[in-house]
């Protein structure tokens, strides 16, 4: 059974407008987009007639940190505004983060909070992993096992199978030991170390990953959607569309 395919919005932030790239998108096959802030803050109620017009949806979309611990309700009303189901906190700043176990607990303990709260509301809160969950802390652990162990069972992952490569780690090794909590698969790939093309990234399928081998492992996570994503394509619609043409040549 194929999965809805998104297309993170952040991959084309420097092709504006916005909403010209929907109907777009729409007809290369995609199912959804997923909108970062600030794609969507601006008028929600705007953004979401913007995605019926188009006939994608939104499943989950990104958000700060701070946003879930300060102010969960407006993140919650967004994402009853857009239909998303997911609320998907994305990352820590380099000068915010601290090198110990107890502040990666702290982080896992700040999206169980915002889980909790959102739960009523029949949404999920889900973490986004880059590269630095899996650089060893002084005492040899990962800050990805803090996180998770501290959040407990009602917080999920999307899981960034690009991030987890260039951290020198095992996405098929991750799919395993977290498929219970895996809610959405980012198909990001990465061109050879030393590629310094679009910063390294590359379209699915592109580069160094081994889909085709990994395409098992998701169908025992509890994913129900896959997610597109480039960090920085010098041609977002070539992106775009090599990405999705090579998931659905697998399958997906």
């Not at 009303?77 to 915010?96: F, M, S």
Request: hydrophobic content about 40%; some cysteine.
């Amino acid at each position: 059974m194929p999965y809805p395919i998104a297309y993170q919005l952040y991959s084309s932030r420097n092709f504006p407008p916005l909403a010209a790239q929907l109907p777009v998108l729409k007809a290369m096959g995609y199912d959804a987009i997923e909108p970062w802030l600030p794609a969507y803050e601006a008028d929600p109620k705007l953004f979401r007639r913007q995605l019926d017009d188009a006939g994608l949806a939104c499943y989950g979309f990104h958000m700060p940190l701070a946003g879930l611990v300060s102010e969960p309700n407006r993140f919650i009303d967004i994402a009853l505004t857009l239909g998303a189901t997911v609320l998907i906190p994305p990352y820590v700043a380099v000068e915010e983060r601290e090198n110990t176990p107890d502040y990666w607990r702290g982080l896992g303990e700040k999206l169980a909070r915002g889980a909790e709260t959102a739960g009523p509301h029949e949404l999920k809160v889900a973490w986004h992993n880059h590269d630095f969950e899996y650089v060893p802390l002084p005492d040899g652990s990962k800050p990805i096992d803090h996180i998770f162990e501290a959040a407990g069972p009602d917080v999920w992952f999307e899981i960034d199978c690009g991030w987890i490569t260039r951290a020198g780690a095992d996405p098929a090794a991750e799919l395993r030991r977290y498929a219970d909590r895996i809610i959405a698969i980012q198909t990001k790939d990465t061109a050879p170390l030393g590629t310094t093309l679009d910063d390294g990234w590359t379209a699915t399928g592109d580069g160094i990953i081994d889909w085709a081998a990994l395409v098992p492992l998701f169908r025992r996570t509890r994913a129900d959607h896959i997610v597109t994503e480039h960090d920085n394509p010098g041609d977002w619609q070539r992106f775009a569309s090599r990405s999705i043409y090579h998931l659905k040549a697998l399958g997906l």
